[in-house]
């Protein structure tokens, strides 16, 4: 069974540094691209960026580019997402998710790594 | 980089059909047939229900139906049922590989 599993959640003080975690099992981790979307306290999904590790190709939503990094180790078949200076307003829920090349939708998710900044 | 536009709320009685509207542009929901929806219940990750405007995956009930007409796609939840009280999000491929989520729709169950 395909699974995507992101790391805990985290507290963090604003310009402090985080990188979280997605990792895949049950398939083959680099043939699938992975993405990211936000979703603030009581508001909406948003997209932030795709990823293809098999080489590392990445399409950033112009609202998240400059803001976030992504990578990926492929030896643990795992994906990162990551802040180099939080800020307040990244506090959220933020999801992983991956999608076959040539298909254009996401499935399934991971549970969601909830990411709360203090000022 | 702007929601694509969906109602806030509707609802329904259960047995009774809803329909959400998504609209965007020729650049994203005009402009091609990838529009996924997703299903939110509270405190949970998205759960895929469309993909490719009204495709649906195996598991997923024949009660969701979905199409495109132009720059809107829509999403119709027949025989409401308490289960499908959730928020629902359309998503769009953009042109220039990145994707665009609807503004998010919660049906409520009356």
């Known amino acids: 069974e395909v699974h995507l599993v992101q790391s805990g959640a985290e507290v963090k003080k604003a310009g402090e540094s985080l990188t979280i975690s997605c990792k895949g099992s049950?398939?083959?981790?680099?043939?699938?691209?992975i993405g990211w979307g936000r979703q603030m306290p009581g508001k909406g999904l948003e997209w932030m960026v795709i990823?293809?590790?098999?080489?590392?190709?990445?399409i950033y939503s112009p609202s998240f580019e400059g803001q976030v990094t992504v990578s990926a180790d492929n030896s643990i078949s795992t994906a990162y997402l990551h802040w180099a200076s939080l800020k307040a307003s990244d506090t959220g829920m933020y999801y992983c998710?991956?999608?076959?090349?040539?298909?254009?939708?996401?499935?399934?998710w991971g549970q969601g790594t909830l990411v709360t900044v203090s000022s | 980089q702007s929601a694509l536009t969906q109602p806030a709320s509707v609802s329904g009685s259960p047995g009774q059909s809803v329909t959400i509207s998504c609209t965007g542009t020729?650049?994203?929901?005009?402009?091609?047939?990838?529009v996924s929806w997703y299903q939110q219940h509270p405190g949970k990750a998205p759960k895929l229900l469309i993909y490719d405007v009204f495709n649906r995956p195996s598991g997923v009930s024949n009660r969701f139906s979905a199409s495109k007409s132009g720059n809107t796609a829509s999403l119709t939840i027949s025989g409401l049922q308490a289960d499908d009280a959730a928020d629902y999000y359309c998503n769009s491929y953009k042109r220039g590989g990145t994707y665009v989520f609807g503004s998010g729709t919660k049906v409520s169950v009356l």
């Open positions: 049950g398939y083959s981790f680099t043939n699938y691209w």
């Open positions: 020729s650049s994203d929901v005009g402009g091609y047939y990838f």
């Open positions: 998710a991956r999608a076959r090349d040539g298909d254009f939708w996401f499935d399934p």
């Open positions: 990823m293809w590790p098999m080489n590392f190709q990445v």
